[in-house]
């Protein structure tokens, strides 16, 4: 990008040393007008927090993900454990309701 960008500005500064050194032509003119805008949006960033003003949504994006499909998995989890409640009050039935909420109670603490 680097290299692209540095032929931009010497065919920019090329053809503007044409047209001082003999007359504007409709295809120069254009030319410079398409140069200067594309350098105007590939301008690169001037302080470091605009350089990692991308990273760090791309970075927030995926912790976002990651923290949905942990949740989803844990919830996931604590229904294979609830699954297991069959209405009476037996030792194997509170064990999978407090399997269950131990799981929930997990993701809250994270």
């Not at 991308?54 to 844990?74: D, I």
Request: glycine letters at 4%; one cysteine or more.
């Amino acid at each position: 990008m680097t290299d692209l960008r540095t032929a931009a500005k010497a065919a920019l500064w090329a053809f503007q040393y044409h047209i001082d050194q003999t007359w504007p032509t409709d295809r120069s003119t254009v030319a410079i007008a398409a140069l200067r805008a594309a350098l105007a949006q590939q301008e690169e960033p001037q302080t470091l927090d605009d350089a990692l003003t991308l990273p760090r949504a791309t970075a927030q994006a995926y912790e976002n993900g990651y923290k949905a499909g942990v949740a989803h998995e844990r919830e996931a989890c604590a229904q294979v454990c609830e699954a297991r409640f069959v209405g009476d009050l037996t030792r194997e039935d509170m064990e999978a309701r407090r399997c269950a909420a131990a799981i929930r109670a997990r993701g809250v603490q994270l």
